[in-house]
Structure formats: structure tokens, C-alpha cells
């Protein structure tokens, strides 16, 4: 197994030549990706694999790889933790709202460890992005819902982690259109909705 046992949205799994699509995972550039958060199932396909004229050969079937959501059993014994965010821990958070100054996020993840439970933080105008700061735009980098892979730069107040988005690896790795689909990213700020061709700024994380 080369994938791992819990992966976070836009996260390669392995080669489509490998693997097939199953429920929570989507092809991008000839690679499985994860669609969701949550742990990584395998299944054994049925029937034959098709060769490459579309007829059924002699060559193994493929296995399907899919994505269960999070609030299913998680497999091979590994819990939800209620893991601390620390400085400079790398965190996953889905955008909960979004103002001029600021946009507030729900924290899911820490480093590789899901929460159990919900953690606030904020990701302030001045760290969205390292340069040309003063021309910044919460709305044209995140929007509600939005997965955003962020990290920890101060503990903050009682009730907020100050998040940073200021690096290329770091920005939305997952976001949905206006119209309720699914995008993916064509440039550092730019997603594109595959049913409209429709393009929303973001502020993109630089793939894995």
C-alpha cells in the first residue's frame, strides 16, 4: 500500500494506470486524488481489466480506491485525536465565513492527525500571501466552505489560532463554484469550474 491511511482533499493516492476512481476520489493529470477528507479504502474490482482497444484482456482488474467520510469507522485502528495545534503545524480547515479583514476557519486536521473535534482560527488579511500584502482581497482568496491548508503562526486569543496561508504549499487545496461543482485549480490564484468553464480567484496551494 502506497497511499495513505487518511487523506485530505486534492491529496494524490497513486497513478490512475494503478488504480481505479471510486466514490470520493476524482482523476487529475493521470493521478487518483482525494475529493474528501477521510480514510483511504481499497476494493477488489470485478471482471476483467480492459485492454487498451476497450476489449476485456487477460491483465488483473485494477483495484478501486475510495474515500470514506470521516464520520465513518476509520480503519486499521487509527482514532480521531483531540492533537493541540502547535506553532508552525500544518493544519487542514474548512472556510466557516469570511469578512474584509479576515477569514474565520473550522481546524480538522493537524499535521496528519484528524480532530475529533473542531478547532476556530482566523487567516488575517496581512498572511494570506508573503508579498504585495496591501493588495490583498479576502474575498478573491477564500470563500465559505473552501478546504484550506494553512499553518499555525500564534496560539492567538482564548478562542482563535492565528492561521498563515503565506507560502506557495500553503492556500485552498479543495474549493466548490457558485455553482455547486467541484473545481480544480489552473494557476496560483484561479480555480475552474469543469461544467461551466467558469473561473473564482483563490489563493491556490501549490500541489503536492
Known amino acids: 500500500m502506497t497511499y495513505p491511511p ?113 478547532f476556530q482560527g482566523l487567516i488575517r488579511v496581512q498572511d494570506v500571501r508573503a508579498t504585495e500584502k496591501d493588495k490583498v482581497k479576502i474575498f478573491s482568496s477564500f470563500r465559505p466552505g473552501d478546504i484550506v491548508r494553512a499553518q499555525v503562526v500564534s496560539l492567538g486569543d482564548q478562542s482563535n489560532y492565528y492561521l498563515s496561508t503565506a507560502g506557495n504549499h500553503l492556500g485552498v487545496v479543495m474549493a466548490t463554484s457558485e455553482g455547486g461543482n467541484a473545481m480544480y485549480p489552473i494557476s496560483w490564484k484561479e480555480f475552474k469550474d469543469p461544467v461551466t468553464g467558469a473561473t473564482e480567484s483563490r489563493k491556490v496551494a501549490k500541489p503536492f
Open 6 to 118: 487518511i487523506a485530505i482533499p486534492g491529496q494524490p493516492l497513486g497513478p490512475a494506470s494503478r488504480y481505479l476512481s471510486g466514490p470520493g476520489t476524482h482523476v487529475q493529470n493521470s493521478q487518483l486524488c482525494a475529493s474528501i477528507l477521510g480514510p483511504v479504502v481499497e476494493q477488489a474490482a470485478r471482471g476483467k481489466a480492459k485492454a487498451s482497444s476497450g476489449k476485456a484482456g487477460d491483465a488483473p482488474p485494477l483495484p478501486i480506491l475510495s474515500i470514506q467520510r470521516s464520520a465513518l469507522p476509520v480503519p486499521n485502528d487509527t482514532a480521531l485525536t483531540n492533537v493541540l495545534p502547535e506553532v508552525d503545524a500544518v493544519v487542514l480547515a474548512r472556510v466557516t465565513r469570511i469578512n474584509p479583514r479576515q477569514a474565520t476557519v473550522a481546524i480538522l486536521v493537524v499535521g496528519e492527525s484528524v480532530c475529533s473535534d473542531e
